[in-house]
């Protein structure tokens, strides 16, 4: 295959399928697809409908097979816990066989679904791959979520059990899981048959007796199993991300697909071969880290680091950079955000000169756009190429990127570079028209979408083609607005819609809108996201209390700002909340967020001829500049 970006791009979209009977040969099949695309039932698309495969087949059993069973294939790096730990291909496929085994013995089969709320431990890798092998279907959420957004996960995916941990631990403190469990499975109408809890040192829980069992006694009675054929449009997992409201979607993966495109993903966008350590630094819970934590890196046979801490903090900006010299790793993908905390603390690299990095190639940033003064500085620091790239939990693996196994392209500094082979990625104007290059618009992707990318959303085909298929005929609308430049060039400017980025994490600011509403005296509020130095964006709420609520504000705000953590979680990192006597609107009654925005981040902005009454504009602007 020739190492180059333009004709292996060409060839996606002109030859598309053979391109993907191409890249299908590089994995595992148990029965090899005749078929690569059915686009029968378009909007619809389904890849490799005749295929039959396992994707933890994929991950352990082929490279035990092929005689590396005694390779690293995750490396547990935990300066949280002071823990190291290396499980080698074949460890990983005998702890994965045996808990597969434990799971069955909990009548888990094949279409079930397995809910997984757990920290950032090999475990949470071991339960994701004994689903797979069974062929159910997990559904992993994320620790800094609190009892009702999980909830509400379960109430969607109606899991049959729940794998959790006692506890977590963000920094210094300890984050217990169980309570939040417990309230969970409390509020949910679909109650799970069993949860399995892992008991860590720093805070065992109690277990509820018929209900929770202990994770080691599951264990120890599991017998190992072999890997149950799926097919390759049968799900692998359900993972929920934010939506415009407070209902998360259900992004569904299957698995015939998704292991074609993360196989061929890391070697040609990451540039990495078996055999080398690779490490993104993110959280199990997010896309980033069943693509590039677990699955994408075993795929290929890479040794994956699985981190539990901090980039500052854990204990110092340094520990990125000791645990690339200690792994020898050759690729780390991080957020932006990531690199301007250790910024923050270590601005001229210090750490950085006291670590031996000569194994390293290559920075991966995404999840939000980067800055190019990070870019910049981490260039300046590192010496090696930083690259931005850019995709979503829906797409599963990234849309645009400098391809660094097809032959880099030049960096732009705040372009994500050209799309990646697969991906027909055009920009147009909210009637659909392409737009000419360099204007701004919103980036969409014509269908159908490449391997790997969402077939649908869990239970809700309706859903799926509402809200991605709907607005521009023929393509899928990605949120996101921005341009392409004269060269093909890439630029991701922010949303179109009100979802927010807060230090990679993407969540609604309609959902905490929803969560304030509930507040008993507030008359009407709205949150918006603005800009941060640190985190990329920061929500901000603005609640109007209802006539003779008669409460001190500063009272109220306290209880806003807790609502939404003990509601939402932690991680909607919602610190600041302002009661105002009006919001901004126009005649017809919607609230100017965009105008709010702009003026918070110090943007210029015309007053919208459709304002109710100009004169809000100026008590909100004296509140933001009180912020
Ligand atoms: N379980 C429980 N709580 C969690 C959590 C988890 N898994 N993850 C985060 N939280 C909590 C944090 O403790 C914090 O709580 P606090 O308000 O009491 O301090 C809150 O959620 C916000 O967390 P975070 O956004 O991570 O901010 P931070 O201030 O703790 O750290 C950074 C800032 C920049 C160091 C951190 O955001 C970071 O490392 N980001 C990397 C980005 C990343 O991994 N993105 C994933 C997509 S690629
Ligand atoms: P998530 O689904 O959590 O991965 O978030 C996806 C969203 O994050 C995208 O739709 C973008 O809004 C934003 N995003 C991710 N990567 C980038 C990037 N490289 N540049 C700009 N925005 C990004």
Redesign the pocket.
Known sequence: MPANYAEEYARSLEDREGFWADAARAVDWFEAPQQVLDASGAPFYRWYPDGVTNSCHNALDRHVAAGRGADAALIYESPATDHRRVLSFGELLDEVTRFAGALRGLGVERGDRVLIYMPMIPETAVAMLACARLGAIHSVVFGGFAAKELATRIDDAKPKVVLSASCGIEVDRIVPYKPLLDGAIEIADAKPERCVVLQRPQHPAELIPGRDLDWEEVRAAGSPVDCVPVASTDPLYVLY?SGTTGVPKGVVRDNGGHLVALTWSLRHIYGVEPGEVWWAASDIG??VGHSYIVYGPLFLGCASILFEGKPVGTPDAGVYWRTIERNKVAALFTAPTAIRAIKREDPSGEFVKQSDLTAFRTLF??????DPDTIQWAEGILGVPVI??????ETGWPVAANCMGLGPLPVKRGS?TKPVPGYSVRVVDEGGDPVPAGTSGNIVLDLPLPPGCLPTLWNNDEGYVRSYLEQFPGCYA???AGHIDEDGYLY?MG?TDDII?VAGH?LSTGAMEEVLSGHPDVAECAVIGVADSLKGQVPVGFAVLKAGAGRAHTEVEAELVQKVRSEIGPVAAFKQARVVARLPKTRSGKVLRGTMRKMADGERFSVPATIDDPAILDEIQEVLDQL
Do not use: F, I, K
């Open positions: 991300t997010w896309v940033l995404a999840g939000e756009r980067a931005d790239h850019w995709w979503q939990t994500p990605t949120g996101d991701v949303r980025n993407r």
